[in-house]
């Protein structure tokens, strides 16, 4: 089984996802050969909440939020009172911990299980130090380097290939983690994009579709692709634009291009060429990859298998449906948002607003179309819920962000 996570990459800039500009010939033929899942939403808009909740398919606040954000939550902080939205931190960092032990991650449900685990991860929130998330990998590939930012994608690929055909006789479960489609960009001048902001953030896309191309053709000749299990997804989208170049970024806001993501997955047992149009969420991701191998999924996980989306045994029921909850900003006031239905609810509780905007993905028929009251209902009904949870919890002190994981941190564009 192969993980590859493209950072920062949005749903949009795809061509499987309507992008006419030729940024992924690789994945959308991936796409075509497997299942592609139109709307799959993240549960933060940045990296480390994002992947807490991935892996172990546990929202944010149950990973990895401290008390410092439950106390802003309820209003409690000078800041919070203030409602100035300017003279909130720029970062939040503050608010997050690393993953608390007790919660199982896929590595170590896929190990004790037998798999041979490994990954190779760039971005720096997910040191071991910080995110905990090297837990039940055999191998955790992290540079440690005082200089060395991030690997191109091809060095990660190359290093993922040669061990997968060095354990080409077991079961294998490997997570690789591409940051090409972060900050900063290259041009990347062979692809012919040009330029400006969204030119080089697309020709970075490009070149990491290359190398997944180049990776997929290596299994294809150790005669495993047929074989294995391929998922591509992001942690969370970006706010870059061609119109408009003012960048936007991520990790403060809600709006569709930082929390709707690709999900692609190919593979034994997969049919060809399906689309998935119902709202998924990324926390999705690990229940259904356990039910594709046959293994039972942690009862204590808040994801759902999206098998029988695609053979309806038994199709999802109206009353099935969970809401698509993204949260933990990093930047700003905190903003809870909760698809349901036909409806994303935006909640600010430390302001007590609550706005709602038409979502645009296709749901099934069977689905009940909440009214705007009852949307808004679910929404802030969740978040009561959470505060109470939250509040009786062992909540994590916030992370240690020594100097030298700053500087990193820095060059990626965080802590400015």
């Known amino acids: 089984m192969v ?37 799959c939403i993240s549960q933060s808009s940045w990296s480390l909440p ?4 991935v892996f172990t398919s546990r ?52 190990s004790r299980a037998g798999f041979r685990t490994a990954a190779w991860t760039n971005n720096q929130w997910l040191a071991p130090a910080l995110s905990g998330l090297d837990r039940g990998f055999g191998e955790y590939v992290f540079t440690t380097k005082p200089d060395a930012l991030v690997p191109p994608a091809n060095e990660s ?59 997929l053709d290596r299994l294809r000749q150790l005669q495993l692709r047929d074989r294995t299990l391929v998922v591509v997804s992001s942690d969370h989208g970006e706010g870059i634009y ?14 569709q291009d930082l929390i709707r993501v690709p999900l692609l997955m190919a593979g034994p047992g997969l049919p060809e060429g399906k689309v998935i149009k119902r709202t998924v969420r990324k926390l999705d991701i690990f229940p259904t990859l356990l039910d594709l191998v046959g293994l039972p999924a942690p009862p204590e996980i808040r994801g759902q298998s999206m098998v029988p989306l695609w053979t309806g045994k038994p199709e ?8 698509a909850v993204t949260m933990g900003m990093l930047k700003g006031p905190e903003q809870i948002s909760v698809i349901t239905g036909r409806w994303q609810v935006v909640l600010i509780p430390a302001y007590g607003s609550v706005q709602l905007f038409p979502w645009a993905s296709q749901e099934s028929p069977a689905l009940k179309l909440r009214t705007q009251d009852e949307a808004a ?23 240690n962000i020594d100097p030298q994981t700053e500087k990193k941190l820095k060059a990626l564009g965080y802590l400015k």
Request: charged share 30%.
């Open 3 to 39: 993980w590859i996570c493209l950072d920062d990459l949005k749903a949009a800039s795809l061509g499987c996802y309507g992008r006419r500009r030729n940024t992924s010939p690789n994945l959308d033929a991936l796409a075509r050969e497997g299942v592609r899942f139109e709307w």
């Open 50 to 53: 994002s992947y807490t909740s």
């Open 59 to 110: 929202y944010p606040y149950e990973t990895v939020l401290t008390r410092e954000y439950l106390r802003h939550l309820r209003g409690e902080t000078e800041i919070a009172r203030s409602r100035d939205p300017y003279r909130m931190p720029k970062m939040n960092q503050h608010w997050f911990g690393k993953l608390r032990p007790e919660i199982p991650t896929a590595a170590e449900v896929f």
């Open 157 to 215: 690929l190359t290093a993922a290939a040669d061990w997968v055909e060095h354990h080409r006789q077991e079961r294998f479960f490997i997570f690789i983690h591409l940051m090409d489609a972060h900050e900063p960009w290259h041009e990347r001048a062979e692809f012919g994009f040009g330029s400006r902001a969204l030119d080089r953030y697309e020709s970075e896309i490009r070149f990491a579709d290359q190398q997944i191309g180049t990776f």
């Open 242 to 255: 061609e119109k408009n170049e003012r960048f936007v970024g991520h990790g403060g806001g809600v709006i």
């Open 316 to 323: 999802p029921g109206p009353d099935d449906y969970l809401p």
């Open 377 to 399: 209902a679910v929404a802030e009904n969740f978040v009561a819920e959470m505060v109470k949870t939250m509040d009786r919890q062992s909540l994590p002190p916030p992370v």
